[in-house]
């Protein structure tokens, strides 16, 4: 049986090395990115992505340029935004975007899990 895969976006690599340690070891096969271009070039690339965690303030499109633009796309794959920023406003803008979810940093693993 094949893994679902997550593609997991954020500029600090030490971010992404976290939730994809916690993932892999749940199960799922991980893909990274480390920026909102890598994001897409990936997303295009690998047809059956299950789920897309996002970062925000990234370098050369950010989180929520990003969920836009797959949302243009009309495709349906779950976008949780997982973000240090934590402001309400923040949260409307992200849920406004296309995220299904809204996760902020610092968060607990097993929140990400239940997700």
């Known amino acids: 049986m094949e893994k679902m895969k ?3 976006v ?3 690599s030490r971010m ?6 916690f993932l892999t ?3 799922y096969q991980v893909l990274e990115a480390g920026d909102g271009m890598e994001a897409m070039e990936q997303f295009y690339d690998e047809k059956d992505i299950a789920l897309i965690i996002l970062d925000v303030m990234m370098p050369k499109m950010n989180g929520c340029q990003v969920a836009r633009e ?5 495709c349906g794959t779950p976008i949780l935004m997982l973000t240090a920023r934590s402001e309400l406003e923040d949260r ?3 849920l406004n975007a296309g ?9 607990d693993i097993r929140e990400l899990l239940a997700c």
């Not at 797959?70 to 009309?74: F, P």
């Open 6 to 8: 997550i593609l997991v």
């Open 10 to 12: 954020d500029d600090e």
């Open 16 to 21: 992404r090395k976290l939730v994809k340690d």
């Open 25 to 27: 070891r749940a199960g």
């Open 70 to 74: 797959v949302r243009v796309k009309r």
């Open 92 to 94: 409307i803008e992200g």
């Open 99 to 107: 995220a299904d979810y809204y996760l902020t940093k610092p968060f």
